[in-house]
């Protein structure tokens, strides 16, 4: 994600103390005001709308995981099932189902 188009670092003069340091300021605010973000639209100070915007454009970047999802029922005695199936994070497609001693084989090899 790109910084913040508002966020500046200053270099200033304490006049308390006889160093220079540098300041992370908001030029987006009225009086220039310092601020903690890093330039890191999530972390605005001043804006919600602004770390909203950002959090949604996140979301949206995020890679989407495509996972296997495998389903075991042996809870009637002369019928059991495996289901191997995959999930791309918007549906689940099964790939393929197994009965009684396959099932219950490849189940056993799986928890093994």
């Known amino acids: 994600m790109k910084k913040c188009d ?8 304490h006049h308390d103390y006889p160093y220079y340091g540098i300041v992370s300021t908001c030029n987006g605010t009225k009086e220039r005001e310092e601020c903690s973000c890093g330039g890191d639209r999530t972390k605005c ?4 709308d ?5 959090n949604k454009e996140l979301k949206r970047k995020l890679p989407t ?10 809870s009637q005695d ?5 289901i191997v199936s ?5 549906s689940i497609e099964i790939l393929k189902t197994f009965y009684n001693e396959e ?5 056993k090899r799986l928890v093994v």
Do not use: Q
């Not at 099932?103 to 189940?107: F, S, T, V, W």
């Open 78 to 82: 002369d019928d059991t099932v495996l």
């Open 103 to 107: 099932a219950l084989d490849i189940y």
């Open 65 to 74: 995981y495509k996972c296997l999802v495998i389903a075991f029922d042996n």
């Open 45 to 48: 100070n001043f804006y919600p």
């Open 6 to 13: 508002c966020y500046r670092t200053i270099e200033t003069f």
């Open 86 to 90: 995959k999930n791309d994070g918007k």
């Open 50 to 54: 602004v770390r909203e915007e950002a």
